[in-house]
């Protein structure tokens, strides 16, 4: 039981460039989210899912593309980085909205020169 | 807008003391989680709670819905319990793009 599975662990981007985060959960649960931690600040929820072709904008959207074709996969893209973006960023997943324990990926550190 | 503060934000202790961190927030809320991310950044879920007291091995977590206060206790502390603590609500209205709400964290450290 792999729990939530999160790629790549480091990435290096330019300005411009596109990007895909990877994120898989096998628990079979409905709510999976995206957030990005930044420093003094906490957890900012960018896009959220509550269930397969169901998805949603969180407080930093813009930016951001999500799809959720299924249960499992809940892919985060990039769709020309900003310098702005540079961050670390977590993929979770639940089985309600926040209101069932949450389960964290293990970050993803993202750098935009 | 719900505001989540944390105290303190920073805690420096010694191995075996008793430590105390507090969740403070604004609206109402349905559940309150506590949350703990160790040097390396991962995220582990401690406690999920709405009302009265949770205890696992050594982390106590209680909650006053009244008061809108919670605690998160660590007894007999360890230098491995050195991590960042965070909490996190749930408002009661839930719906939209409001899951959750975290506070910045309490970055705990504990000597030996």
């Known amino acids: 039981n792999a729990g939530v599975t999160q790629t790549p662990k480091f990435q290096v981007l330019k300005t411009g460039q596109s990007m895909t985060l990877q994120c898989a959960q096998d628990?079979?649960?409905?709510?999976m989210s995206w957030y990005r931690q930044d420093p003094g600040m906490g957890l900012r929820l960018i896009h959220y899912?509550?269930?397969?072709?169901?998805?949603d904008q969180g407080e930093v959207p813009n930016g951001y593309n999500v799809s959720r074709s299924t249960t499992e996969d809940f892919p985060l893209r990039l769709l020309s980085a900003a310098p702005s973006q540079t961050s670390v960023y977590f993929c979770?997943?639940?089985?309600?909205?926040?209101?069932?324990?949450?389960?964290f990926g293990n970050g993803t550190r993202l750098t935009v020169t | 807008k719900n505001e989540v503060e944390q105290s303190p934000q920073n805690l420096t202790a010694q191995e075996g003391e008793f430590i105390t961190i507090n969740c403070s927030y604004s609206?109402?809320?349905?559940?309150l989680h506590w949350l703990q991310q160790h040097p390396g950044g991962g995220i582990v879920s401690l406690f999920m709670?709405?009302?009265g007291k949770k205890k696992h091995g050594r982390l106590i977590a209680t909650i006053n819905i009244q008061e809108k206060h919670s605690s998160l206790h660590i007894t007999a502390s360890h230098p491995r319990d050195s991590a960042v603590y965070i909490c996190?609500?749930?408002?009661?209205?839930?719906?939209?793009?409001?899951?959750?709400?975290f506070g910045k964290g309490t970055h705990l450290i504990i000597q030996p």
């Open positions: 996190a609500v749930r408002l009661e209205s839930g719906g939209g793009a409001d899951g959750l709400t």
């Open positions: 899912s509550v269930g397969a072709g169901i998805t």
């Open positions: 628990m079979n649960h409905e709510y």
């Open positions: 709670l709405s009302s």
């Open positions: 979770a997943s639940s089985y309600g909205q926040g209101s069932s324990p949450l389960h």
């Open positions: 609206v109402g809320i349905s559940a």
